[in-house]
T-cell receptor, first 114, second 113 residues
Framework: SQTIHQWPATLVQPVGSPLSLECTVE??????LYWYRQAAGRGLQLLFY??????ISSEVPQNLSASRPQDRQFILSSKKLLLSDSGFYLC?????????????FGPGTRLTVL | GDSVTQMEGPVTLSEEAFLTINCTYT??????LFWYVQYPGEGLQLLLK?????DKGSNKGFEATYRKETTSFHLEKGSVQVSDSAVYFC????????????FGDGTTLTVKP
C-alpha cells in the first residue's frame, strides 16, 4: 500500500531563517506531487505541483521554492522565512493514470515563524 | 477559472442530528467532485467522490450526489456523531488540468453530545 511521510511534524523558526520541509511517498512510482499551505482557520492554497523529477510549477509568487530531486521526494524550501509563512503545510500525491486525480495527503507540518 | 463555494461555518449540531453542508462549483467540462475531511491536527483524507452526473458517493454514512443541473455536490449524513467533528472540504478536479484540484474554503463541523 502507499504511504506518504512528512517531516518534521512541527517546526518553530525565527524570521529570516532558512526552511526545508521534506515529503516522501512510498509504494507508488511517478506520482504527481503537491505542496499546499493552510493558514489558521483558512482553506487550502496550492503552492507548487510537480508531474516529474525536476519539473516544478509554481502557483503563487512568494519567497518559497520547491524541488523534486527524486521521483518520490518533494522538498519545500525558503532562504529567509517571513512571519506570513506560518501555517500548516501539506504534501499530497495523486496517480497519473487516475483521471479523477484523487489526492492523498500527508500528515502535515505545522510551521510557526516568530 | 474553476471554483468551489462551500457553506460557511462553523456548523454546530447535537449528536444524531441531520447534517447538510452545501457545495456548489464552477468548472468547464465534466469535473470529478470530492469531499475530503480533516480531523484536528491531521492532513486531509478522502471521504467520498463522484465522477459523473447523477453519481452518488457514499462512505461512513455520508452521501453526496453529483447534480450537474444545479452544479452542486451537497454533503449529507442522517445522524451525526461526536466523532464526525472535523473540517470538511469540497473539491473538484478536471483530468485536463495537470492533476490539480480546486478546493473550497472548508466548513468546520462540531457535534456536541
Amino acid at each position: 500500500s502507499q504511504t506518504i511521510h512528512q517531516w518534521p511534524a512541527t517546526l518553530v523558526q525565527p524570521v529570516g531563517s532558512p526552511l526545508s520541509l521534506e515529503c516522501t511517498v512510498e509504494g507508488t512510482s511517478n506520482p504527481n506531487l503537491y505542496w499546499y499551505r493552510q493558514a489558521a482557520g483558512r482553506g487550502l492554497q496550492l503552492l507548487f505541483y510537480s508531474v516529474g523529477i525536476g519539473q516544478i510549477s509554481s502557483e503563487v509568487p512568494q519567497n518559497l521554492s520547491a524541488s523534486r530531486p527524486q521521483d518520490r521526494q518533494f522538498i519545500l524550501s525558503s532562504k529567509k522565512l517571513l512571519l506570513s509563512d506560518s501555517g500548516f503545510y501539506l504534501c499530497a500525491w495523486s496517480v497519473k493514470r487516475d483521471l479523477t486525480d484523487t489526492q492523498y495527503f500527508g500528515p502535515g507540518t505545522r510551521l510557526t515563524v516568530l | 477559472g474553476d471554483s468551489v463555494t462551500q457553506m460557511e461555518g462553523p456548523v454546530t449540531l447535537s449528536e444524531e442530528a441531520f447534517l447538510t453542508i452545501n457545495c456548489t462549483y464552477t468548472a468547464t467540462g465534466y469535473p470529478s467532485l470530492f469531499w475530503y475531511v480533516q480531523y484536528p491536527g491531521e492532513g486531509l483524507q478522502l471521504l467520498l467522490k463522484a465522477t459523473k452526473a447523477d453519481d452518488k458517493g457514499s462512505n461512513k454514512g455520508f452521501e453526496a450526489t453529483y447534480r450537474k443541473e444545479t452544479t452542486s455536490f451537497h454533503l449529507e449524513k442522517g445522524s451525526v456523531q461526536v466523532s464526525d467533528s472535523a473540517v470538511y472540504f469540497c473539491a473538484l478536479s478536471r483530468s485536463t488540468n495537470a492533476g490539480k484540484s480546486t478546493f473550497g474554503d472548508g466548513t468546520t463541523l462540531t457535534v456536541k453530545p
